[in-house]
């Protein structure tokens, strides 16, 4: 099956430093990659749409400036939380998108504990 | 927007008993609807899923059913377990999987 991982699996930082988030697909190449924040007994809220080569989509009331995404290649996006504070700390999800034919099929990397100090 | 309502949030049931998590969403247009399962700590996983052009689908003890002039969904989990026990989410998107929209989580309690 398809695999996504995410790295590192925790981190914790001091508030006003900045933290990198990588999402890799390993086994099958994504265009399209999802950020998502879940906060504890919370639903996945889903931050901005990573896509290949372009402009991330972001979703409305997510800062664009504070949480910045990079997907540079088929197989890796970054998230990276700029000047975090104590309120950034969650569990940060990706997924990528694989193609099964004229569908698509979500996969979920294992997520990102977040705690800002 | 587009929005995804779900009930109950807690569910709790002794082992064998079935259950019931429902869902409704807000957008017309979605034609995808899949469902995960979320252990503490865990990444979220499907366990079932469910197209706009299926009413229902059915894998083991889990069964999913789609009202999509009622706009809503449903997943029954028969003979429940105990490993059953966990958060589940369901979930709508547009373009056969593209851009998923959760639901609130339903969280689920097998008593042995």
């Known amino acids: 099956g398809a695999v996504v991982s995410q790295h590192p699996s925790w981190v914790i930082c001091k508030s006003g430093t900045s933290v990198k988030i990588e999402c890799r697909s390993l086994d099958f190449q994504a265009t399209t990659m999802f950020w998502y924040r879940q906060f504890p007994k919370q639903s996945l809220m889903l931050m901005a749409t990573?896509?290949?080569?372009?402009?991330?989509?972001?979703e409305q009331g997510v800062e664009k400036d504070k949480f910045l995404i990079n997907h540079a290649s088929l197989t890796l996006s970054t998230l990276t939380v700029t000047s975090a504070h104590p309120e950034d700390s969650s569990f940060y999800i990706c997924?990528?998108?694989?193609?099964?034919?004229?569908?698509?099929?979500?996969?979920f990397g294992p997520g990102t504990r977040l705690t800002v100090t | 927007g587009e929005n995804v309502e779900q009930h109950p949030s807690t569910l709790s049931v002794q082992e064998g008993d079935s259950a019931v998590i429902k869902c409704t969403y807000s957008d017309s247009a979605s034609n995808y609807f899949p469902w995960y399962k979320q252990e503490l700590g865990k990444r979220p996983q499907l366990i079932i899923d469910?197209?706009?052009?299926?009413g229902e689908k059915k894998d083991q003890r889990i069964a999913v059913t789609l009202n999509k002039t009622a706009k809503h969904f449903s997943l029954h989990i028969t003979e429940t377990q105990p490993e059953d026990s966990a958060v589940y989410f369901c979930?709508?998107?547009?373009?056969?999987?593209?851009?998923?929209?959760f639901g609130a989580g339903t969280r689920l309690f097998v008593k042995a």
């Open positions: 979930a709508a998107s547009k373009g056969g999987g593209f851009k998923t929209i």
């Open positions: 469910i197209r706009s052009n299926v």
């Open positions: 990573s896509n290949e080569g372009s402009k991330a989509t972001y």
């Open positions: 997924s990528a998108l694989r193609r099964k034919g004229v569908a698509f099929e979500q996969y």
